[in-house]
């Protein structure tokens, strides 16, 4: 098992505290803090059976290595994840979901913008975020802190190439849509409903032309404004929500 972890944040602590209760060495909390909050949170720590550690704000802040810890800091043990996308197709398979919803990022290095794509993704039940290996970010603290948790339930794939995982997802008959500022159609006027892999890149440069040309077809998200796009979590949001309405969701 890999050595323990540190989380921060209500939102953070409060999901692994749901789904992994187990999983927390203890909890350090700002004493000081007595608002409603606050006392929610202990209450359902108490209740799970988790270690309280009574910490002043520069303890909690040392340890988050951020300042928005909101009083709350935890050390865990790390959750199992699935070890690998195709291990994860195999058992949604297995489990009789024949329409898996994918997120695809390509170039997205912001931990911001990524904490808020799992955070979308998550929303909108997708099954899983893609990035690749060299032009992505990895999960860290801040990732964590600005998913809210999704970080924790939400499985992320990074791999080594981006156009032959999509080539891989195409052969599992995953349909493999990009967004493109100039795409003739829009991502309302195309059908989500089957299997899917959305593929979004960073804000500015989009995707790398390999990943663009690997796509099966481009869509684009009107833009009425002065703004030329979106920031890439909102268009996320924007084509998830889309598939989740189609599919009935």
Known sequence: MSSPKVLFGFHAVGVRLKTAP??????????????ARMRQFLDRAREAGARL??????????????????????R???????????????????????????????????????????????GAGAHAVIAPKDHAVGINATVAKVASGAAETMPYFMVTNLSRTLNELKERNIWCIG????????????????????????????????????CDELVSIPMKGAVESL???VASGVCLYEALRQRGG
């Open 22 to 35: 187990q999983s927390i060495i203890e909890i350090y909390y700002e004493a000081t803090r007595r608002d």
């Open 231 to 233: 920031n890439v979590s």
């Open 76 to 122: 865990v043990e790390p959750v199992a994840q699935v070890a690998s996308l195709d291990e994860l197709l195999e058992n949604l398979e297995a489990a009789g979901i024949e329409q898996p919803l994918l997120l695809v990022l390509d170039g997205v290095t912001d931990p911001h913008n990524l904490g808020a794509c799992l955070r979308v993704a998550d």
């Open 53 to 74: 550690i009574e910490a002043d704000s520069v303890r909690i802040a040392k340890l988050a290595g951020s300042h928005g810890h909101q009083g709350v800091a935890a």
């Open 179 to 214: 967004t493109s500022d100039d795409a003739p159609k829009t991502v309302y006027q195309v059908d989500l409903k089957g299997p899917v892999a959305l593929v979004l890149g960073a804000e500015g440069d989009g995707m790398r032309q390999l990943t663009r040309k690997t």
